[in-house]
């Protein structure tokens, strides 16, 4: 994960060590700044200052603290999938192969790289229980869910068993963190 500051531009090394390591102590008005960038990250100063009952110069210099310290990892633009011709969601549920002693390399390590080269896994986390990963895949429709899964997902060598559950409807989608 690359840390950036308000600029766009990368954080510290430093900073992105110590942000990992400790957790930042919030006051109100931090989780107030933070909760208005969570729903416009475009919002001015001026703006900002106003809602958090701050002038732009504390705004400012709250901001650039919580950057700093890995508190705002980054900004994006939320490009919902739909609108760009990605009309499929699926969950896939993966289980790798039991580390045996001929690998070189851990299955899950070998995975976990294979992965960050997958466009259409948009998102990746390690489970506990009898699957390994749960991987969110976003495609253009049912063919390319099935050549990403027969010609990716299962072709590579660490992968035993995945199941999948395909999104119907959206109840809830939010980015944001509970504040």
């Known amino acids: 994960m690359q840390v950036l500051r308000w600029d766009g531009q990368a954080a510290p090394e430093s900073c992105k060590i110590a942000c990992m390591e400790t957790e930042i102590q919030l006051d109100a008005i931090d989780r107030r700044i933070l909760r208005a960038l969570q729903a416009d990250g475009r919002i001015t100063y001026d703006v900002l200052?106003?809602?958090v009952s701050l002038s732009p110069s504390a705004a400012l210099r709250r901001v650039k603290r919580l950057e700093e310290s890995g508190v705002i990892a980054g900004y994006v633009a939320l490009v919902p999938p739909e609108r760009v011709g990605l009309g499929l969601t699926a969950y896939l549920n993966v289980r790798l192969e039991k580390h045996s002693e001929v690998h070189k390399r851990n299955p899950m390590d070998l995975f976990r790289a294979a992965v960050q080269t997958w466009p259409e896994v948009v998102e990746c986390v390690a489970l506990t229980g009898e699957m390994d990963y749960l991987l969110r895949v976003v495609v253009q429709d049912m063919a390319h869910y099935a050549r990403f899964v027969m010609e990716t997902l299962l072709k590579h060598p660490?992968?035993?068993?995945?199941?999948?559950?395909?999104?119907?409807d959206r109840v809830k989608n939010t980015t944001a963190v509970p504040l």
């Open 49 to 51: 200052a106003a809602q």
């Open 158 to 168: 660490s992968v035993e068993d995945c199941k999948t559950s395909f999104v119907m």
